[in-house]
């Protein structure tokens, strides 16, 4: 059995998203590397709830995260949002929509499991790297002004999370964790929901590097974890907007999009907050004003979804992609034409 990695866009004349990664065997197989990424988050879960137990804080940590990722600021967004999409969606459809329903789902696996998920990684991140990497701290940022110090470090994390993005679609084991957030083909704001639990071990480990670098053993402000998380969360919005000039410095939905476009450049417009960084990159894809929304979604059927003739209920169907990963297989689903405007 031969694994044969093929760097994208293109593989068989089907544009793809990602690594692609053609299996020739006919049986599907055990992924050593989503089963590695497991046993690495659950070994830094459990180095967070001991610490924390120790200290007696698991619950005031478990508490402070949910205040910051489940803020009102955060869910008053999302209703905003919502309500904005009916009155200007970028592609009609019905509030009930299989993809509205199943990013729900998802929204709720995001408030049980990854927002306490979420807190301990980053707990165990900043313990670990505070103890080994201390050397990285910048001396004398205690001097600058606060606002600076966060500016500039909100900035690099945002370059990090870049870097993990950019992981995501570079290297197949990355990918296959990623791929479930592009398999959305009915893009809302909900959709920032839309992700595998493990996908988020990356992007913590990296955006940790510029917090103990510049703040030290300090953790970031709540209001500013909260205003990130925002802005992160309503490029997914079914809205046209491309926030004017504005919109070549942070990252819109119109922006947003061209990157889950079922026909869009690979690796191109990786950005969650900040342009910059695909501007840097050479990756940057502008929206043009006035062009119609572009579909969404993965095109070779690699990931089964609420679209696809075998899509089941939505919890039923939500395990399957949550298991998806851990194997390697021929397993392929079809997918209907996509309805281009
Ligand atoms: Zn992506
Ligand atoms: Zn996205």
Known sequence: MTLVTVPAPHWAGVPVRGPVVADRSDRARLSLSTLG???????????????????????????????????????????????????????????????????????????????????????????????HVSWLEVPGTASWPGWLLLAVTIVLMDGANWLAHWADHRFAPLWRLHALHHSQEELSVLTSFRAHPLSHLPGFLLATFPVIALMGGHSMAPALITGYICLGTLPHANLNWSFGPLGRIVVSPAYHRLHHALDGKDGYNLGVVLTVWDVLARRAQFPTKGAPATPTGLVDGSVRTEQTPDGRWHPGLLMTQLVEPFTIGPTVHPRPEPARP
Do not use: K, N, Y
């Open 37 to 131: 990424v497991a046993a690495a988050t659950s070994g830094l879960v459990w180095m967070a709830v001991s610490s924390l137990e120790r200290r007696g804080g698991l619950g005031s940590s478990l508490a402070a995260g949910r205040a910051e990722l489940l803020a009102p600021l955060v869910l008053g967004l999302v209703v905003a949002t919502l309500l904005c999409e009916r009155r200007w969606p970028a592609e009609g459809r019905p509030v009930l929509a299989r993809g509205h329903l199943h990013d729900g789902t998802f929204f709720a696996l995001h408030v049980i499991v990854v927002v306490p998920l979420m807190t301990l990684l980053g707990v165990a991140f900043a313990q670990l790297l505070g103890t």
